[in-house]
C-alpha cells in the first residue's frame, strides 16, 4: 500500500449532516436502521462505511462504543442482500433475520 491509500481523519472533519441514506446502503438495511431509531452514523461510520461499499481495506481507531462494529458489518450485509435474493426484516427491538431463498434454507 503507498501513502496515497491512505486516508486519516479525525472526528471534527465529518459532515455533521450526513444520515445513513447518504451512505449507499441498500434500501432494506436503512428501513431497519429506521426502524431501530438510526438515522445519524457516527464519524467512524461516516468515513468507514463508503469505503468498505467501495472495496477498499479499513484500518480503524476509535473508542468503545464509537460505532465500529456497525462501520464494518452495514457494507457486509448489505453485500449479502445485493447478492443474494435475501427477505430482511427486525424481530424485536435489535434483532435482524435474514431468510435465503436457496433451496437448502429453512425458515
Do not use: C
Amino acid at each position: 500500500m503507498t501513502d496515497t491509500d491512505t486516508t486519516e481523519f479525525s472526528a471534527e472533519s465529518v459532515d455533521a449532516n450526513v444520515v445513513f441514506a447518504d451512505l449507499g446502503l441498500d434500501d432494506r438495511l436503512l428501513r431497519g436502521l429506521a426502524k431501530l431509531n438510526f438515522t445519524k452514523p457516527t464519524p467512524v461510520q461516516a468515513k468507514s462505511i463508503p469505503l468498505a461499499l467501495a472495496g477498499r481495506d479499513i484500518l480503524a481507531k476509535a473508542r468503545t462504543g464509537s460505532g465500529k462494529t456497525a462501520a464494518f458489518m452495514l457494507p457486509l450485509i448489505h453485500k449479502i442482500l445485493a447478492a443474494k435474493d435475501v427477505t430482511f426484516y427486525s424481530v424485536g427491538s435489535r434483532v435482524w433475520v435474514f431468510r435465503g431463498g436457496s433451496p437448502g434454507l429453512t425458515s
